[in-house]
């Protein structure tokens, strides 16, 4: 099976601007999760999609934002880029058992660096 | 915020050693998983211990967790130098849908 793909990889934007990033999870995974990681806040959660819904959320202002298609690939918006944003933005996937255990599998992410 | 704080922050050995990494968090949980990060790339996972468990073995790796202490460890046994990362752990809280929590992680160095 494909792993989880990230596009794209790189990403250089000004201020202000604002950036979509898009991940396309493992091959019949359902949940797509997206994490923010800084070398000063560590790996942080952003947000998580399943079945094209938005259920759980992260604490982060509501200039990030995500959306999940039917093919449960997602992308993850973030407007009115601040300089803080610059940041490897990964995302993960799983098959979202309702156990809840589960193991979320992770994209080599993309790094945003804001100018 | 991060739930997991790991011990030590970073931990240089030679090849062959032992290596340890441990791993406190701070409410209840559904399982813990361990990841590996090379360089600042994407996350490659190790292994899933569940709240039920107490040990768990992956080839070189043996996982341990502690739910009275709220404590995991990590072991690495005969390490080589393509062990070296960073590792973190992430634990999945009772009743949260898709969303780890993560440690500050242990970045690892390990010397030919």
């Known amino acids: 099976k494909a792993g989880v793909t990230q596009t794209p990889r790189y990403l250089i934007k000004t201020r202000g601007q604002q950036v979509t990033l898009s991940c396309s999870p493992i091959?019949?995974?359902?949940?797509v999760s997206w994490y923010q990681q800084t070398p000063g806040q560590g790996l942080q959660f952003l947000f998580e999609y399943f079945s094209e819904t938005q259920r759980n959320k992260g604490n982060f202002p509501g200039r990030f934002s995500g959306r999940q298609f039917s093919n449960s690939r997602s992308e993850m918006n973030v407007s009115t880029l601040e300089l803080g944003d610059s940041a490897l933005y990964l995302c993960?996937?799983?098959?979202?058992?309702?156990?809840?255990?589960?193991?979320?599998?992770f994209g080599p992410g993309t790094r945003l660096t804001v100018l | 915020s991060q739930q997991g704080e790991e011990d030590p922050q970073a931990l240089s050995i030679q090849e062959g050693e032992n290596a340890t990494m441990n791993c406190s968090y701070k409410t209840s949980i559904n399982n813990l998983q361990w990841y590996r990060q090379n360089s600042g790339r994407g996350l490659v996972h190790l292994i899933l211990?569940?709240?039920?468990?107490r040990e768990k073995h992956s080839g070189r790796l043996r996982v341990t967790l502690d739910t009275s202490k709220k404590s995991s460890s990590l072991l690495i046994t005969a390490s080589r130098a393509a062990d070296t990362a960073s590792y973190f752990c992430?634990?999945?809280?009772?009743?949260?849908?898709?969303?780890?929590?993560f440690g500050q992680g242990t970045t690892l160095q390990v010397k030919p």
């Open positions: 211990i569940r709240s039920n468990e």
């Open positions: 992430a634990t999945d809280r009772s009743g949260n849908t898709g969303k780890l929590i």
């Open positions: 091959s019949g995974h359902r949940s």
């Open positions: 993960a996937s799983s098959f979202r058992r309702e156990s809840g255990t589960d193991t979320q599998y």
